[in-house]
Each structure stands twice: as structure tokens, then as C-alpha cells.
């Protein structure tokens, strides 16, 4: 048994407040011990409440900010790493697009391997225990693709979770080659069913038939809904709606849902109000957004600067109960050029970005537990008798701390071992000899 002192936790994260504990608003966090036994934790107190344990060892985390490993609910393990091949010069969504599909006759089975295996091992040093990636489910490359991810979850299990999802126009699943694609995706571990929308007038249509592909084949769906700055695109209340018609129960979630932003404020509610109705979680990309959203084209118009940047609602659609979560998304590629897959740093942006110090006791759940929630890990993003022994030690007393270092050092603890993982190094991913 290891027994973890002075662990200052988020309060959020636990399962409950120990009696007579202080919480802080602005310094949300509770000092705990936790006790681990093998892979799960067997206890949580408040210091001083789990008593001697003599056969146990013991680690002093001296009052150190503690979380539980984080989850990343939405990244791209097919395309990252391809910025130094692939660069999008322009940063525009549709260039990223167009560049990506050029350096897709690189994705080998090596090639591939080598960048996921890279960014897994980065995020495991970061301190991430579980990861949803999309797959770009398309022929010749579905095949392959769907197979190095499935042989990677197989090489990082017991480490980090893996989940995939395929990502195909929304379209195809109401063809028969799409239907073929779905399949091949679950065969080999696909989570859900995904894939991105555009605004049609079939799209209800072709909605009604990816719910019931869906519902078939018992997975849910994870989509890309919305990612633009357009307030006529509405992917993400059709889908509402098509939830709500075909009465689906599975798990439902939709990333970007950026046009939410700047639709007219009642319509935006009104469609807000359709998502907590159909139960659909909502995964925000704060960091891709940024970069991709709000891009001018140089002319001799004024202003040329950015005037929005992409996020969604996430305020408006926390205070009617959605779930939302933050993820890394695209980590260095033509849709994002920066990132490293570190959910601390993805977390502090989000805060800054979206606000989220007005509830800094709650925000802590947009990479960890809503996260775990919404890939169907409820076990994960806590810290609880039960739960996956899988900690992060940083070198912050104060969530002010880290929110301003993000990126300083910290400790992982798995199972009862602890140990301070390095990132890889750049270099092994491209010959700077040449």
C-alpha cells in the first residue's frame, strides 16, 4: 500500500467533502491522504484521517497540488506531428483540410506508429491516463489506419486507455460503402460512431439513418458539429432534434460547436436548451479553435485583426446543465501548428480563454471527470475509493500557481509507483541531419 499525505485536491474531484473541510473559491482544494492498494484507490481523507498504516509506504506530497491523471476526450493521432511535412500557410480551415489530404500518401503503417506511438508517450509524461482520438475513416487508408490505432490501444493498455472513433462525412453513413466503413471501424475497437456534418437539406435524413446505424450496432456518436464562424451552419440543433425524434439513449457528445457563438441569442438558447433535453455532451477545442476561428483574409478592409476566436457557449451551456469538456485536438498539424498533448496546459488556456475562474472549483472537470464522462469512463478524472490509481503531482501549492506554469515540472503517480516520466524529444520525429 502507498499512502499519498498532504495531497491538496481539487474538491471537485473528490466524492464527497470531508467533514469540517474549508473550501476556499478561490483556492478550491482540499488537503487529503489517499491510500492506494495495487491499481485503485482504496481510501481518501481529509490529512490526518486515514491514521498509521505501518506495512504501508508513504509519500509526503507537502501540500502539492494533486489531480487525477487527465482525460483527453478529443485529439487526431492520424494527423499529428505533420506540421514540419504539411504546413498550412495561410492557417485557414479550408487550406488545412487540402493540406492534410496531399500528406495522407505518407501515412504508412510506420509512419503512422511512429507519430501516434510519439504523442502517446508525450502524453503520458504530461500526466494523461486516457485518450479519444478520431480517425479520418477513408479509402485506401481506413484499413490501416483503424489497425495501427487498434495495435497501439493493445501495446498502451494498462497505461492509457485508448478509444478510437471514425471520422467520415456524415453523408456516407447513409450509403452502403459508409455503412462498410462503420464496420470496419467497430471491427476494429471502435468506441462510437463519428464523422462531421454539413448544413443540407437531406442532413435530418441522413441523421435519422447514422442514429439508427447507431443504435444497431449499440455504440453511441461523437461528432464535429459546426466548426466555423458562420451562424447559418446549425449541424448541432438538427442533431439535437434528431436525437430527440429517434429517442436514441446511447452516449451522444459534439465537439467545436463554434457557430453557437455567434448565432442570435435566443436561437442560440433555444437550441442549448435541445441539448440538455437530449442528453448530448459538448467537447470544446479551445486551443485549435483559437487559431483556425476568426482568421481575415489580408485585404485593404479594416480591421484585419481577429474578432472572434472560435469558442463555443461554454458558460451558457454549463449554467442549463451540458456537460462540457476541453480536449488538445489537432497537436501539430495543419489545423494547429502547436500543442503537446499536456491537458494542464489545454486547462489553463481554457480557464483564461472561456472565463472559467468564475467557477474555478467546477472548471477542473472540463479534463478530467466531465472528460472521463463523456467517453464513457466514469471511474476516471477522480480522485475516489475505487477509482483508477493514476495521480499527477505538480509542482504547484495554489491553482494560481499553476495556472501560471502550466508547463512546470510534476511527478506521476500509477498504481503505487512513483515516478517522473520525460517527454520524447522532437528530434526522433524528422532527420535534421539532412
Known sequence: MLIVRRASVPAALLPARPAGAHVDPLEPIVLCDVAIEGARIAAVAATGGLGLKPLAREFDAGGSLVFPAFVDAHVHLDKTHTWHRAPNRTGTFFDALTTLSHDREHWTEADLRRRAGFALRTAWAHGTRAIRTHVDTLLPWAERSHGVMAALRAEWRGRIELQTVPLLGGEAYATPAGEKLADLALRHGASALGGFLQMSAALPAQLDRLLALARERGVGID??????GNPAAECLRHFAEAVLR??????VVCGHCCSLAVQNHSRARSTIGLLHEARIGVISLPQCNLYLQGRRVPTADFPRSPLWRGLTLIHDL?????????ASDNVRDAFH???????????????RLAHLDSGLAESVRVVTSTAADLIGLPHYGRIAPGAPAHLVVFDAHRFSELLSRP????????????????????????????
Open 318 to 326: 454549463l449554467d442549463a446543465g451540458v456537460r462540457v469538456a476541453c
Open 223 to 228: 461528432l464535429h458539429v459546426d466548426e466555423s
Open 337 to 351: 501548428p502547436y500543442g503537446d498533448y499536456d491537458l494542464a496546459d489545454v486547462y489553463a488556456h481554457s480557464v
Open 407 to 434: 508547463g512546470a515540472a510534476r511527478r506521476c503517480i500509477d498504481g503505487e509507483e512513483i515516478h517522473a516520466p520525460h517527454v520524447p524529444d522532437f528530434a526522433e520525429l524528422d532527420d535534421r541531419s539532412s
Open 246 to 251: 429517434a429517442q436514441f439513449d446511447l452516449p
